[in-house]
């Protein structure tokens, strides 16, 4: 399998300049395929966004195109804010209710309106959460300017003008009195006097650094476990939940990832014992119902991001307990076949996703990352193992699934190829969509799956995936999936419309690769009579392996994904 060298460039020319597109060529590997963005205003990222009654809100308007600009907002409810000079929405609004506000950003090139909606009420992370965290970069080494040069690069590469907003700092910002024992910068009281959490030497001011995000117009996360440790070892919450939840609100935090860890390991049990307050689910689900009412509680939004591996079916509860995403398995490794895995264990789990309610797959391995791979150790820079077509594999995949995009690698080192897989606003949409449905496995073959889900404007949005090593030719064959009439394909990543079809469409794959189109409904389009949702072919996908599929007219045959499967 080729390997990705990455050329690692800096910001300092304009991430445009370089931006040449270009097609699978000999190699059989894709290279940049995103538009470079034009001179006139974009506005970009969700159509949505959620806030509760009387928390403050903070919205970047992501816009590209060419600078000066200028913004403005109109219909905005009483007690929001709109700083027309940095583009930002803030304030707080109390009364609840969906308002329409309407952006409008203007340069000598052109103009842009678009409407946002601003939903105030219990709901929050109304789209997936996009956004950057520094555990596959910095690891166990990340220090308070790492964070501030990740939200300087976030803003300087444009990533922020495509709608990325978390910069979310993972374990490590907490002391650690026994693993580091030699790291100096590790030491000192886990908690003060009073019991509230101290942050390490290398976070001096949690609160200046929340504010400096914030002044970008980004949030900002963090990380602890239910048990007294992370699991890094760092001080954990447990027994501190309502304190910790209140100290992260003072200090300005937009999101807690809360990794299991120490909370059920053998070693603490002693600590831990619940033994009288539950048993089984009671147990598992304990720890977070905890603290996700605990962080409701604060007169500010934070995201609850639950790390428990998918254990105890977590999408089946994960929102009930206050979660606003929960990861759905292990940690992603660095390698084509956990990111796979990862991705496959997503099949099933299409029916727990919806506004405010995410699987977590687990975060994107592409650029420089710092997590261990191949002959490489922990914290070593190296240019991520994915081949370019597996990249786009990995961001197709997680844009139509809903994930959370919670980007990997070190921001300051990106690279053209990186940014313009981050940085397609057709494939961001699919991803930030308001109906906010995670696709479903299609269709499958031995060389091939198709994936797709549903819009909010009535289009559908189906990924191509090429299992195989070599390109295959992969179809949506209308009828077997329950589309009816004549539908427009484009082609996402390319940003061009493919054409209109009726009965089949099909594109060349290449290896590993995937090719993300959106249908939009044409002459006589719609669903089949008795099709609910194009993500129910999914069951009958499941079935097929196990027992006869008797759906009337359902034709697995045809349904059958790539031509010359036979010829592996
Ligand atoms: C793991 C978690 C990782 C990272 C790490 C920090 O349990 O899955 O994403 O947060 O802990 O120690």
């Known amino acids: 399998m080729k390997k990705v060298v990455a050329a690692i460039v800096s910001l300092a020319f304009p991430f445009s300049a370089a931006f040449a597109q270009a097609d699978a060529g000999a190699s059989g590997q894709l290279g940049i395929l995103t538009p470079r963005p034009g001179a006139a205003p974009r506005i970009n990222g969700a159509k949505v966004f959620g806030v509760r009654p009387g928390n403050p809100i903070l919205w970047r308007l992501p816009v590209t195109g060419e600078r000066p600009m200028r913004f403005a907002a109109e219909g905005l409810p009483e007690g929001a804010v709109f700083d027309a000079a940095s583009g ?10 969906t308002y329409t506000v309407s952006f409008t950003a203007e340069n000598a090139h052109g103009r842009a309106v678009r409407a946002l909606k601003l939903v105030v009420g219990d709901k929050i992370a109304l789209t997936p959460p996009l956004g950057w965290n520094s555990w596959n970069c910095f690891n166990h080494k990340v220090t308070g300017k790492d964070i501030r040069d990740a939200a300087d690069a976030m803003v300087a590469s444009g990533l922020a003008d495509h709608g990325w907003s978390y910069i979310n700092i993972d374990d490590f910002w907490q002391n650690n009195p026994y693993r580091f024992k030699d790291d100096e910068t590790l030491q000192g009281a886990e908690r003060l006097p009073d019991g509230t959490i101290n942050p390490n030497k290398r976070f001096p001011d949690m609160k200046a650094l929340a504010d400096y995000v914030h002044s970008k117009g980004l949030k900002i996360g963090l990380y602890s476990s239910p048990g007294p440790y992370t699991c890094g070892m760092c001080t954990g919450s447990w027994g501190h939940e309502w304190q ?5 609100a003072d200090w300005g ?10 909370y059920n390991r053998k070693r603490f049990r002693n600590m831990t014992d619940h033994k009288g307050v539950g048993t089984g689910l009671e147990i598992e689900t304990l720890p977070y119902r905890l603290m996700g009412e605990a962080l409701k509680a604060q007169k500010r939004d934070i995201v609850l991001s639950i790390c428990n591996y998918g254990k105890a079916n977590v999408a089946t509860w994960g929102e009930n307990v206050g979660g606003q995403m929960w990861r759905t398995g292990g940690d992603i490794k660095d390698s084509f076949k956990s990111m796979v895995k990862n991705l496959e264990r997503q099949a099933g789990f299409w029916p727990f996703a919806h506004p405010g309610a995410w699987n977590d797959p687990d975060m994107l391995i592409v650029g420089v990352l710092g997590i261990p791979s191949k002959g490489v150790g922990m914290t070593e820079f190296h240019p991520c193992a994915l081949t370019p077509n597996e990249q786009y594999t990995h961001i197709s995949m997680w844009a139509i699934l809903a994930s959370p995009l919670l980007i990997g690698c070190d921001l300051t080192k990106l690279d053209d190829f990186t940014l313009s897989l981050l940085s397609n606003d057709e494939v961001i949409e ?31 949005a189906f990924a191509l995936f090429n299992t195989a090593g070599d390109a295959t030719r992969i179809s949506i064959d209308f009828d077997s999936l329950g589309l ?33 189109v959106r249908l939009f409904p044409k002459d006589g389009a719609r669903l089949a009579p008795g099709v609910s949702d194009i993500r129910m072919n999914a069951v009958y996908v499941q079935f097929e392996a196990v027992r006869p599929v008797d759906k009337p007219g359902y034709k697995a045959a045809k349904g059958y994904p790539c031509e010359r499967c036979g010829d592996k």
């Open 88 to 97: 930002i929405l803030a304030g707080a609004v109390a009364a609840p209710g």
């Open 244 to 248: 910790d939840a209140k100290t992260y």
């Open 253 to 262: 935090y937009d999101l807690l990832k809360y990794d299991l860890c120490t």
């Open 430 to 460: 699919v991803n930030q969509d308001e109906l906010g449905a995670q696709a479903a496995l299609v269709a499958k073959g031995p060389r091939a799956q198709v994936w797709a889900k549903p819009m909010a404007d009535g289009s559908l």
């Open 484 to 516: 009816e009439g004549k539908w427009l394909v484009r082609d996402l990543w390319r940003q061009k419309d493919e054409g209109i079809y009726g009965v089949r469409y099909s594109a060349e794959v290449p290896g590993h690769a995937t090719h993300l």
